[in-house]
């Protein structure tokens, strides 16, 4: 699955005018497909956003074709994990803060992916707990606030 993955990108890109080397490898739950390109800023587009259509478009296609597929990653150039990185310290800057005054914090919006990452990061946290709303918008907001002595009963 992960070569035709990678092909797919291949010939998406190829469309868009875009020459590039893809580079796919197997994760824990699905394929990480991994872009080289000259015009990387392009691809990634205004905060990431044109990145994240490709990504949606991509598995919208191998889910049409294959039901059961695998989730797939696709980063360029390791844009995700340098901008996961950065948005993981400014965040954890924020949860101390709600650590010293006790206020909820809400942060901006956020597409699902990013949301993941904060609700994984603070899911064992002791002290901080997440929260985002449950309605069916795309870009949601997550509220960082302590958690109450009944919800961390140490299991």
Do not use: C, W
């Not at 844009?79 to 010293?100: N, P």
């Amino acid at each position: 699955m992960k070569d035709e993955a990678r092909e797919l990108l291949d010939t998406m890109l190829g469309y868009l005018g875009f020459i590039s080397e893809i580079k796919a490898a197997e994760t824990g739950g699905g394929i990480a497909l991994q872009v080289y390109q000259a015009e990387s800023d392009k691809l990634i587009g205004p905060r990431g956003e044109t990145l994240e259509d490709l990504q949606y478009l991509l598995n919208r296609l191998l889910l049409e074709k294959h039901p059961d597929a695998p989730r797939v990653q696709v980063d360029v150039e390791h844009y995700r994990q340098m901008r996961e990185d950065g948005m993981l310290v400014r965040i954890r800057e924020l949860a101390d803060l709600v650590r010293k005054t006790g206020r909820p914090y809400h942060l901006d919006p956020m597409n699902s992916y990013d949301r993941r990452i904060v609700h994984k990061a603070f899911k064992d946290d002791p002290e901080i707990e997440t929260q985002s709303s449950n309605d069916d918008s795309r870009v949601k907001r997550i509220t960082l606030r302590r958690r109450s002595s009944a919800d961390h009963s140490g299991a």
